[in-house]
């Protein structure tokens, strides 16, 4: 008997073991619909489409949906997509380049995250922006599939744009300081004359007005006709420590636009290197 039972332990052990080893090879597709809104077959077919993207561009671009991303992690989406990337190793080259559309189903958020030096790069703040506007009219209307070809394609199309060193963005002009019109001498003296004797008459009727004016020692005084009605309220915020780093680049060379200004690059955010574009569908 004693060595029946010592038998089964061992078995037991090594199923373990084997089950231990088939999760850490396991790694997470391009596409991941662990909430089951596409068909196998789009899924697929979407899935070969990113993983084409990814290898010609050296630039990982996936896609995962869950549920509810409340289940996974201890935050919101922009949490979950970047502990998603950081504990599969998603990304390519040294600096683990792609971008990432996360999606919880619960709460309809969604949150594309970028990660890597070129990543960074080619998904600007403003690019993110317009990346979401491609796919999000698809998702208002439920329709996951063009949504999620949108979003691939278009990642590729920028991915592709800045490897050309022409990244989607933003040119943010210089405010212009407009001083207004000039005024002489004459037209100076003149105004400072007509406020001087607008400014004394204000001043002499204020004064006259405050000749009534008593001292008041009791609170109800200052309370306005039906009384002061003041209403607690709790906030209780999430904590998240996040530090923000905004990375610009130059304007190409003899590219310098009248009037200065510079483009709106990138936000880097969090503790994994990465920036967020994140809202609702």
Not at 10 to 37: K, P, Q
Not at 58 to 65: I, K, L
Not at 107 to 114: F, H, L, M, V
Not at 187 to 192: H, I, M, P, V, Y
């Amino acid at each position: 008997m004693k060595k029946l039972w010592i038998s089964l332990l061992l078995a037991l052990a090594l199923l373990l073991s084997l089950g231990a080893g088939a999760f850490a090879e396991a790694r997470l597709e391009y596409v991941t619909d662990e909430a089951g809104i596409l068909s196998e077959d789009t899924r697929r077919e979407l899935n070969e489409r990113a993983r084409q993207i990814s290898e010609d561009t050296g630039c990982g671009v996936y896609v995962v949906v869950v549920k509810d991303c409340r289940d996974y992690v201890n935050g919101g989406i922009e949490t979950f997509a970047e502990e998603v990337f950081e504990e599969y190793g998603l990304g390519y080259g040294s600096t683990h380049d792609g971008v990432m559309l996360a999606m919880s189903m619960s709460e309809r958020d969604y949150d594309i995250y970028a990660h890597g030096d070129f990543g960074n790069y080619a998904f600007t703040d403003y690019g993110k922006e317009q990346l979401a506007e491609s796919f999000l009219d698809n998702f208002r209307r439920n329709d996951w599939a063009g949504g999620f070809r949108d979003f691939v394609d278009n990642s590729e199309d920028m991915i592709r744009r800045a490897k050309n060193g022409d990244p989607v963005d933003q040119w943010i002009p210089d405010p212009v300081q407009d001083p207004g019109p000039s005024l002489s001498a004459g037209e100076l003296g003149l105004s400072a004359l007509i406020a001087a004797v607008f400014g004394g008459t204000m001043v002499g009727g204020m004064k006259r007005q405050m000749k009534t004016a008593v001292r008041q020692t009791r609170a109800e005084n200052y309370v306005a006709q039906g009384g002061v009605k003041l209403s607690r309220q709790d906030d209780q915020f999430v904590n998240r420590t996040v530090s923000r780093q905004v990375i610009r680049r130059d304007p190409p060379s003899g590219g310098s636009r009248p009037g200065g200004g510079h483009y709106g690059g990138t936000t880097i955010s969090g503790s994994h290197g990465g920036s967020h574009h994140s809202g609702k569908f």
